[in-house]
């Protein structure tokens, strides 16, 4: 069992920076990939970015490559979003899930309860 919680949301003008964390409790996080979506108000969950087991796989939605990273930490069992030049249309929950072999989200078992990222214009 892997247990998720997700920080540093918050309120940020566009053109800021956050780093949003994913904190994870049980002894099997480094064998889980994990992977970060959002929601947006109205709108379908949607694919962020991912990380493999051991940090050496990485994608991202094409939405935010090249202002988003995503990186992890195994012995802090920490998994983070760095979050850079921010737009009013990142504006969402963002999540993290972990999963063994996730392909899609059906796939992720272990869900954290989000965290809100608010950007204004």
């Known amino acids: 069992q892997v247990q998720l919680v997700e920080s540093g949301g918050g309120l940020v003008q566009a053109g800021g920076s956050l780093r949003l964390s994913c904190a994870a409790s049980g002894r099997t996080f480094s064998s889980n990939a994990v992977g970060w979506f959002r929601q947006a108000p109205g709108k379908e969950r949607e694919f962020v970015a991912y990380i493999s087991r051991n940090g050496g796989v990485i994608s991202s939605a094409n939405s935010v490559r090249g202002r988003f990273t995503i990186s992890r930490d195994n012995a802090k069992n920490t998994v983070y979003l760095q979050m850079n030049s921010l737009k009013p249309e990142d504006t969402a929950v963002y999540y993290c899930?972990?999963?063994?072999?996730?392909?899609?989200?059906?796939?992720?078992?272990?869900w954290g309860q989000g965290t809100q990222v608010t950007v204004s214009s």
């Open positions: 899930a972990a999963g063994s072999r996730p392909t899609t989200q059906q796939d992720y078992d272990f």
